[in-house]
């Protein structure tokens, strides 16, 4: 079982910046594969970026450049530095955690606003 918790979110100006963090707990030994995903209304949730445990990224076409995915082991902690964001990364970001088996867990979500 793993369990995460968002933090960091909040209201932004267009090309201001932000710093998600994802804490984990519970089995965090098994944990692989930690994202971010963001939901806008009406729309479906997305992949932000993500990284491995050995520190592998991914991220969307439209967050490159402008978003780095980080990763403390140490801390268990999963991190999302939003750059020059854009009134459109508007939504809420989950945080995800896959283990090894493949099992998912995420967390509650925290709101990001950028105003224009």
């Known amino acids: 079982q793993v369990q995460l918790v968002e933090s960091g979110g909040g209201l932004v100006q267009a090309g201001g910046s932000l710093r998600l963090s994802c804490a984990a707990s519970g089995s965090i030994f098994s944990i692989n594969i930690m994202g971010w995903y963001r939901q806008a209304p009406g729309k479906q949730r997305e992949l932000v970026a993500s990284i491995t445990r050995g520190g592998m990224t991914n991220y969307a076409d439209s967050v490159k450049g402008r978003f780095t995915v980080a990763r403390d082991n140490a801390k268990n902690t999963v991190y999302l530095q939003m750059n020059s964001l854009k009134p459109e990364d508007t939504a809420v970001y989950y945080c995800?955690?896959?283990?090894?088996?493949?099992?998912?867990?995420w967390g509650q979500g925290t709101q990001v606003t950028v105003s224009s």
């Open positions: 995800k955690a896959v283990q090894f088996t493949g099992t998912t867990y």
